[in-house]
């Protein structure tokens, strides 16, 4: 069974940053693309960004371009979302999980899906 496991959200005044990682196990996360999404409340999720299984290529949202950067560790099976620049637009659940292919920004081409951690951006 794969797990995804989400770290690193947290509180942050505007301007800020924060390092999320994702770490995976029940599977060999270099076979697979991988991707951040987030949810604020009363929101549909949304595509954040997304990585192919060598790390060699990435795609981002058009909000979060120059200010987010996701990388990848296949030896740590760890994926990584740095995010710089944080607005308060920002606050949300971000959410990690294992895709099918890549480049993919469709929350239904990925199977697996952590729990989810909390950012807040404070203004």
């Known amino acids: 069974q794969v797990q995804l496991v989400e770290s690193g959200g947290g509180l942050v005044q505007a301007g800020g940053s924060l390092r999320l990682s994702c770490a995976a196990s029940?599977?060999?996360?270099?076979?697979?693309?991988m991707g951040w999404f987030r949810q604020a409340p009363g929101k549909e999720r949304e595509f954040v960004a997304c990585?192919?299984?060598?790390?060699?290529?990435?795609r981002y949202a058009d909000f979060v371009k120059s200010r987010f950067t996701i990388s990848r560790d296949n030896a740590k099976n760890t994926v990584y979302l740095q995010m710089n620049s944080l607005k308060p637009e920002d606050t949300a659940v971000y959410y990690c999980?294992?895709?099918?292919?890549?480049?993919?920004?469709?929350?239904?081409?990925?199977?697996?899906w952590g729990q989810g951690t909390q950012v807040t951006v404070s203004s």
């Open positions: 029940g599977s060999l996360m270099r076979n697979y693309a």
């Open positions: 990585i192919i299984w060598s790390g060699s290529s990435a």
């Open positions: 999980a294992q895709g099918r292919s890549f480049p993919e920004n469709s929350r239904y081409e990925y199977d697996y």
